[in-house]
């Protein structure tokens, strides 16, 4: 396996091994899209437990913090005990749509310290694909765990850090939101001055599948050496850019007010595909 990725011929080797006990985390979520309990219930991994992004992978969001922020410690330790997440025991992570969710799981357990966590490379379309089973309905609730979640194992940036920012800034949103033609969730149209736009979605194949290491490293190799930032809407994607970069043997700091806390400060200047 990878550090970062494992495929599902791997999980399901794992899976069947009497002496390696995997914690699976569903994370279904895309914007617009509420239902991931209902699609968790209609079918997921056996053993796998929900994870709701928006209560359990965030903070309250605000205009003064963004949409999805970073929740504390203390509150992830929390929910992670509640998955059942017992200290030493690898944790693997997926979703429905290529990892643009899971990564945020996979980022986030990473920052609280927790570094056996790996994503489920083509997420649950993969598995099945792979010939791997789904179940119905919920599972026996978990013994609680027994991790510890500590603050800042992942670098992270933050707004005037990022008006300073002296490397790489990358937007990984749609180039269309980027360019300003669009904006559907935030105050503002456009991107963060210096920003090159790198979508996230062209870190996938055509199957949703990460590409090679080589593919990425090629994909990033106009980055220069000097550090790289990354943001998206609300630090959602922009773990999904973080992932890719660390399969490419680059790493990156994440801005988790991203967009969506930028562009709600009228004193943040903002570039379109105008200017």
């Given at each position: 396996?990878?550090?970062?990725?494992?495929?599902?011929?791997?999980?399901?080797?794992?899976?069947?091994?009497?002496?390696?006990?995997?914690?699976?985390?569903?994370?279904?979520?895309?914007?617009?899209?509420?239902?991931?309990?209902?699609?968790?219930?209609?079918?997921?991994?056996?053993?796998?437990?929900?994870?709701?992004?928006?209560?359990?992978?965030?903070?309250?969001?605000?205009?003064?913090?963004?949409?999805?922020?970073?929740?504390?410690?203390?509150?992830?330790?929390?929910c992670?005990?509640?998955?059942?997440?017992?200290?030493g025991?690898?944790?693997?992570?997926?979703?429905?749509?290529?990892?643009?969710?899971?990564?945020?799981?996979?980022?986030?357990?990473?920052?609280?310290?927790?570094?056996?966590?790996?994503?489920?490379?083509?997420?649950?379309?993969?598995?099945?694909?792979?010939?791997?089973?789904?179940?119905?309905?919920?599972?026996?609730?978990?013994?609680?765990?027994?991790?510890?979640?500590?603050?800042?194992?992942?670098?992270?940036?933050?707004?005037?850090?990022?008006?300073?920012?002296?490397?790489?800034?990358?937007?990984?949103?749609?180039?269309?939101?980027?360019?300003?033609?669009?904006?559907?969730?935030?105050?503002?149209?456009?991107?963060?001055?210096?920003?090159?736009s790198v979508?996230?979605?062209?870190?996938?194949?055509?199957?949703?599948?990460?590409?090679?290491?080589?593919?990425?490293?090629?994909?990033?190799?106009?980055?220069?050496?000097?550090?790289?930032?990354?943001?998206c809407?609300?630090?959602?994607?922009?773990?999904?850019?973080?992932?890719?970069?660390?399969v490419?043997?680059?790493?990156?700091?994440?801005?988790?007010?991203?967009?969506?806390?930028?562009?709600?400060?009228?004193?943040?200047?903002v570039?379109?595909?105008?200017?």
């Amino acid at each position: 396996m990878s550090s970062v990725l494992v495929s599902p011929e791997e999980l399901r080797t794992l899976l069947s091994g009497t002496e390696c006990d995997i914690h699976l985390l569903d994370v279904r979520w895309a914007l617009g899209d509420p239902d991931g309990p209902e699609h968790y219930l209609e079918g997921h991994i056996p053993g796998a437990i929900f994870v709701d992004l928006e209560t359990e992978l965030a903070a309250p969001p605000s205009p003064l913090h963004g949409r999805h922020p970073l929740p504390s410690a203390a509150h992830l330790q929390k929910c992670a005990r509640s998955w059942g997440v017992r200290a030493g025991r690898p944790i693997v992570v997926y979703d429905a749509t290529g990892a643009l969710a899971a990564a945020r799981a996979w980022w986030l357990l990473r920052w609280a310290g927790l570094t056996e966590v790996r994503i489920l490379d083509g997420g649950l379309p993969a598995w099945l694909r792979s010939g791997g089973e789904l179940v119905t309905g919920s599972e026996p609730d978990p013994s609680p765990g027994d991790v510890v979640c500590t603050a800042g194992n992942m670098p992270v940036v933050q707004a005037d850090d990022v008006a300073a920012w002296q490397g790489a800034l990358l937007d990984a949103r749609a180039d269309e939101r980027y360019r300003g033609l669009v904006e559907p969730v935030d105050p503002r149209a456009g991107h963060i001055p210096g920003a090159v736009s790198v979508p996230t979605s062209e870190n996938l194949t055509a199957e949703g599948t990460f590409k090679t290491a080589e593919q990425l490293r090629e994909r990033f190799s106009g980055l220069g050496q000097g550090p790289v930032a990354v943001y998206c809407g609300s630090g959602v994607t922009a773990a999904h850019q973080i992932a890719a970069l660390s399969v490419a043997g680059r790493s990156a700091a994440l801005y988790p007010g991203s967009w969506s806390q930028w562009s709600s400060d009228p004193e943040r200047p903002v570039a379109t595909a105008l200017d």
